[in-house]
């Protein structure tokens, strides 16, 4: 069946250092990528989202770019603030079609250290 | 930050015991969804509704039923309930029909079967 990838499982960086999540999706007529963050004990919220017919978004310290001829996704942090430490989760959708095929990747958890 | 209340928020039950979880919103979304989140599977879908008694299964129906009678609330029933199901459980709303609406979660539920 369809899957997404992603990693690293875990990762830490030293406050101020940038941080790269990447998500490796099988599915082709995959067509949005969201990232969503979620701080322990609370709700997944989503942080920024890419559409295939662009290559890169940014927004403040957090970027996502996208290569869909190699399927992969990445999440860029700059900046790394003790307030990023969460879990990160990345999804594939195909927007032609209903959330039901949502894939989500398993998350990275980040740990920044002051 | 959209408008889904989960209820109740924990719950700590007994093998073989019914339990409904409750999913409300104030959004007006058609299509609204169960996922549980356990930890190294990220979140899988249980199932979804796509309006008023319209329902399907996701990835782990095996165990769970739903209804959904008014737009506004999505019920998930644990008709006997195992400690396999023991997890922290989402709502979520989202994709109205083509309109790139991303995925909202409500802040979960967390269950325990003893």
């Known amino acids: 069946g369809e899957n997404v990838e992603q990693h690293p499982s875990t990762l830490s960086v030293q406050e101020g250092d940038s941080a790269v999540i990447k998500c490796t999706y099988s599915?082709?007529?995959?067509?949005?990528f969201p990232w969503y963050k979620q701080e322990l004990g609370k709700r997944p919220q989503l942080i920024i989202d890419?559409?295939?017919?662009?290559g890169e978004k940014k927004d403040q310290r957090i970027a996502v770019t996208l290569n869909k001829t190699a399927k992969h996704f990445s999440l860029h942090i700059t900046e790394t603030q003790p307030e990023d430490s969460a879990v990160y989760f990345c999804?594939?959708?195909?927007?032609?079609?209903?959330?039901?095929?949502?894939?989500f990747g398993p998350g990275t958890s980040l740990s920044v250290i002051p | 930050d959209a408008g889904i209340t989960q209820s109740p928020r924990h719950k700590v039950t007994e093998t073989g015991t019914p339990v409904t979880l409750r999913c409300h919103q104030t959004?007006?979304?058609?299509?609204m969804y169960w996922y549980r989140q356990d930890p190294g599977h990220g979140l899988r879908l249980i199932h979804y509704s796509y309006g008023v008694k319209d329902t399907d299964k996701g990835e782990v129906s095996d165990g769970y039923s739903v209804s959904r009678s008014k737009t506004e609330d999505f019920l998930l029933t644990l008709e006997s309930a195992t400690s396999s199901q023991t997890s922290v459980y989402f709502c979520?709303?989202?994709?109205?029909?083509?309109?790139?609406?991303?995925?909202?979660f409500g802040d979960g539920t967390r269950l325990s079967i003893l």
């Open positions: 999804a594939a959708i195909n927007e032609g079609t209903s959330y039901d095929k949502v894939i």
């Open positions: 959004e007006n979304h058609r299509y």
């Open positions: 890419i559409r295939s017919n662009v």
């Open positions: 979520a709303i989202g994709w109205d029909g083509g309109s790139n609406q991303p995925q909202h």
């Open positions: 599915d082709s007529a995959s067509n949005y």
